[in-house]
């Protein structure tokens, strides 16, 4: 037994309102650069929907994962290495800008240089590919809630198993949404397909990351990686992935994502989990096991030969208490109400779902029935056989139990806390109908509905604790910022060749200049742009208002003086 | 013999700058420009590839130059370092060899240009791919091109054109000699003008290698084939980003 740590997740399904939050503020943290618009680390998808690519979890077309081949070894879906070196020059299986989205901004400008005219001005879309204008046909979200689904809820691949029994009609659909972002899987199938290896698994946290400086753009990874959750930057030439915000988990704070949820759905904490049986687990033949497999590989932190074990591998105490507190491990172990995404890809994915018992409970509600009594539910939970079939598609490889059984502990946990909340005589018998104690329902309760910030996020700090705070580094990419020292032209190498600046640096500099210079703040190169975030009040600069039509006349004099065409023209951070 | 009265002659001050100092020069950029950028620039060491931006042209040339490059690298092996001596020990015929090198090179010659001509039209082209062409790339693009056009001019000028001409008694040891550092520019005095100018313009392509994307021919990842599938690997020892300054590391 070689006991490791590994930092997972937990996303509660039924909570996720679909607001983006968690998507929008991990691309404000990570990828706002050039060479990533079109990247989402983190992306929230309605299911049934395509998803982000579209149609990644086709590995028929995508081979992205592992399988099992003809004498029971587990193998690289897109082929092993050979094949990797042969096909390096022109990756066959690599998704296409359009498989992701064009991305695009609007031509503001416009709007406000505009001469006086008839009609109001539009911004156009340009694209931030090729700078021409486009027609916006796709993007991250184009179906989100179901928008369009009519006529492309057909291409969601998980339909497709089970097409005859999915509608699409108003009134017979049912959604919930799907929060991704890498699973940081146990078997990580984009580090095995890096011809550099320079993706490795943090073997203190299991955290999966790509070294940058060894990155060659060889574009194996994002082949490999079934969930299509590492991306190429197009302006580097290096593969990015999520981070799981390794620079706050170090220090003790949930990723961004978890931070900002509104609907406070994920949980975050270690398992620990046992190296040695992670490939024999992967290469179970029945793709259905494949989730008991990965449940049973998680050790028990509260297993003395366990504890034993693991700090002879020198995990710290404090990671250890920290494991036998992790909310993670007791929903996917203790109350086994998280399931896996998509065990069948065989990576050993740690990023787990609690399936939503919300399209179920509306479904119910929407016949005029009682939907938290203990009988509807379950008795719903059995015929209402379409979304338990898409959930066992997306969480269990097609294996309707496990589902099934998750949805009636959450069914009967509101029915046993309803009772408790209208104040009638709780009733043992309905947590006895799921295999579970009253004490352990109510403790459930309280971890899914209850639970404050640090009991759904039980972090151990990586002791180095003060290293960011230090060095002021919020994250590691803050100077990476269009035409920034990180970024843009700044080496002889074009992009962002050279060593970076540290960002203390680059705020010492700027501050001196701006507290030493005589001139005003004014753009240089590019004419009639004013940013307001880096005026500094002093004048008014050039194009801080629009020339008005018909006077032709150049602004008074004395406001031009003192402008200096060399000042700062870009804020810095 | 005329070649060999040729080589007998006094080189000239040209010569020895062409044939002498010229190889050194590009010798020392190639590995010096090399480490430099490895310590330097390690995060811009990438083959910057534009398969992203489009991949229908890509899918043919790529590999055809690719492959054809290597063809024309492991040609360039055996005709440069391995002396006449120890192939016709090996029993193939000067003949067989001269046949087999002429047909090989102008084959895999023609692909690699061929494959370079697509590649070069696609980043013309293809408009996201030619926006996120750089003046370097430019420079690149014309350094490799000139070289490869000189190289199978020559050999298709000398062997099918003419009627052969046997650069590893000339070349090949002038070649060599570079590396024994007993430069013998002699030996390139009779050598004819296209192989004169393949080989100045490989110096040329040598001299900026380090200083372009080619840099990742350095780095391919033959590893690959033998390491293990997962890599592990220990949070970094150093904290942030900065270097630890000397007699300031953490005690572990």
């Known amino acids: 037994m070689k006991v490791m740590a590994q930092m997972a997740m937990v996303m509660n399904l039924d909570k996720c309102i679909g607001c983006h939050t968690c998507s929008v503020t991990c691309k404000q943290a990570w990828t706002n650069r050039s060479g990533v618009e079109y990247v989402w680390f983190n992306n929230v998808e309605t299911r049934p929907g395509q998803g982000y690519p579209r149609r990644y979890e086709d590995q028929e077309t995508w081979k992205g994962g592992w399988e099992v081949n003809k004498r029971g070894r587990l193998k690289l879906r897109a082929g092993g290495r050979f094949k990797k070196l042969i096909t390096i020059f022109s990756n066959p299986k690599l998704p296409a800008l359009d498989d992701y989205y064009e991305p695009w901004t609007y031509d503001y400008e416009t709007l406000t240089n505009a001469p006086l005219q008839e009609h109001s001005p539009v911004a156009r879309p340009k694209s931030l590919i090729t700078g021409e204008d486009m027609k916006i046909t796709w993007s991250a979200n184009w179906d989100d809630n179901l928008g369009g689904a009519p006529e492309h809820g057909g291409k969601d691949v998980l339909v497709a198993e089970i097409a005859d029994k999915v509608k699409f009609e108003f009134e017979q659909t049912f959604m919930f949404y799907l929060p991704r972002i890498c699973e940081h899987c146990l078997n990580p199938s984009c580090a095995a397909s890096c011809p550099s290896g320079a993706i490795y698994k943090r073997s203190e946290d299991g955290i999966v990351l790509v070294d940058q400086d060894r990155c060659r753009g060889w574009r194996m990874c994002v082949t490999g990686c079934p969930y299509k959750k590492v991306y190429f930057n197009h302006r580097t030439g290096k593969a990015e992935k999520c981070t799981f915000c390794f620079p706050r988990i170090e220090v003790g704070l949930p990723t961004v994502c978890a931070e900002t949820c509104v609907g406070r759905l994920r949980y975050i904490g270690l398992v620990l989990y046992d190296a040695d049986r992670v490939l024999e687990a992967a290469s179970t033949p029945d793709d259905k096991d494949l989730y008991e497999a990965q449940r049973s590989i998680l050790l028990d932190p509260n297993d003395p030969e366990v504890i034993a074990a693991a700090e002879r591998e020198g995990i710290p105490r404090d990671w250890i208490e920290a494991a036998q507190r992790s909310p993670v491990h007791s929903l996917i172990n203790t109350y086994k109400v998280a399931l896996p995404l998509h065990p069948e890809y065989r990576t050993m994915p740690m990023v787990w779902y609690i399936p939503p018992l919300s399209p179920v409970v509306d479904a119910v509600r929407g016949t005029g029935h009682d939907a938290e009594d203990r009988g509807n539910l379950f008795a719903a939970i059995d015929t209402m056989r379409i979304p338990v079939e898409y959930l066992a598609e997306l969480f269990t490889a097609g294996d309707p139990a496990p589902v099934d059984a998750v949805l009636r502990k959450l069914a009967a946990m509101r029915s046993y806390m309803r009772d408790i909340n209208l104040g009638r005589e709780p009733d043992s018998s309905i947590p006895a109908a799921v295999g579970m104690g009253e004490e352990e329902m109510y403790e459930m309760y309280r971890l899914l509905a209850l639970a404050k910030y640090d009991e759904r996020y039980v972090i151990p700090p990586a002791h180095a604790e003060q290293a960011h705070g230090l060095e002021e580094l919020a994250t590691e990419c803050s100077l990476d910022y269009e035409g920034g020292p990180g970024m843009g032209g700044s080496g002889p190498f074009g992009e962002a060749s050279g060593g970076p600046d540290p960002v203390a640096v680059e705020n010492f500099r700027m501050l001196h200049a701006r507290q030493t210079t005589d001139s005003l703040t004014d753009p240089a190169d590019k004419a009639n742009r004013v940013n307001l975030l880096n005026w500094d009040g002093k004048g008014r600069p050039k194009g801080l208002f629009p020339d008005s039509p018909g006077s032709g006349e150049a602004p008074p004099r004395e406001l031009m003086d003192g402008t200096d065409p060399n000042a700062e023209s870009e804020p810095k951070p | ?252």
């Not at chain 2, 193939?92 to 070069?120: K, Q, R």
């Not at chain 2, 003046?135 to 056009?149: E, S």
Request: glycine fraction near 8%; charge should be positive.
């Open chain 2, 1 to 252: 013999m005329t070649h060999l009265a040729q080589n007998a002659a006094d080189p000239g001050a040209l010569d020895i700058l062409l044939w002498v100092i010229l190889p050194y020069v590009a010798l020392v950029l190639f590995v010096g420009g090399h480490v430099w950028r490895y310590r330097y620039d390690k995060f811009g060491w990438t083959t910057r590839s534009s398969q992203l931006y489009e991949k229908r042209l890509l899918r043919i040339g790529s590999p055809l130059f690719h492959f054809g490059i290597l063809v024309v690298l492991i040609g360039h092996v055996v005709g440069l370092v391995i002396p006449n001596s120890w192939t016709e020990a090996a029993g193939v015929s000067e003949h067989t060899y001269h046949v087999s090198a002429v047909v090989m090179g102008t084959i895999a010659g023609v692909c690699t240009l061929g494959g370079i001509a697509i590649l070069i039209y696609r980043r013309r082209t293809v408009g996201p791919v030619f926006s996120a062409t750089t003046r370097n790339d430019k420079l690149m693009y014309l350094m490799l091109t000139a070289a490869l056009v000189l190289g199978l001019a020559a050999t298709v000028a000398a062997n099918i054109v003419d009627d052969g001409y046997d650069y590893r008694t000339t070349i090949s040891p002038w070649f060599r000699s570079i590396f024994y550092f007993q430069p013998d520019p002699a030996l390139m005095v009779g050598v004819p003008l296209l192989f004169q100018l393949h080989a100045l313009s490989a110096l040329a392509l040598f001299a900026v290698w380090p200083f372009t994307r080619l840099v990742h021919m350095l780095t391919a990842p033959l590893g690959y084939l033998t390491r293990p599938y997962i890599v592990y690997r220990s949070r970094d020892t150093q904290l942030g980003s900065r270097a630890t300054r000397r007699g300031w590391e953490r005690v572990r």
